[in-house]
């Protein structure tokens, strides 16, 4: 049965870090293309960051560089995302998603809430 657990949201001030870590479970994590969405109520899912297979390619939403850092720890079959920097329109709901090579496989998390407020 394929899992996809994050954890680590919460509430924090502007400028403060989370670190959200993803635990994955069910398929060969290594072979998967993992990434992190956000939310809104009302609006799409947006991608955040995204990882290859390898963790030698990254890529990353325009309104995050140089704040978060996407990582991925195969041994330990689990996906982060450092979060530095936060501003209050860093405010959502983040996503866990795994997609094989081939696209024929999609998973997603259940999603863990980030607050940034003063």
């Known amino acids: 049965q394929v899992q996809l657990v994050e954890s680590g949201g919460g509430l924090v001030q502007p400028g403060g870090s989370l670190r959200l870590s993803c635990a994955a479970s069910g398929f060969t994590f290594r072979t998967y293309i993992m990434s992190w969405y956000r939310q809104i109520p009302s609006q799409e899912r947006e991608l955040v960051a995204v990882?290859?297979?390898?963790?030698?390619?990254?890529n990353y939403a325009e309104s995050v560089k140089g704040r978060f850092t996407i990582s991925g720890d195969s041994t330990k079959e689990t996906l982060y995302l450092q979060m530095n920097s936060l501003k209050p329109e860093d405010t959502a709901v983040y996503f866990c998603?795994?997609?094989?090579?081939?696209?024929?496989?999609?998973?997603w998390g259940q999603g863990t809430q980030v607050t940034v407020s003063s």
């Open positions: 990882i290859n297979n390898s963790g030698g390619w990254k």
């Open positions: 998603n795994a997609r094989s090579l081939r696209g024929d496989f999609d998973y």
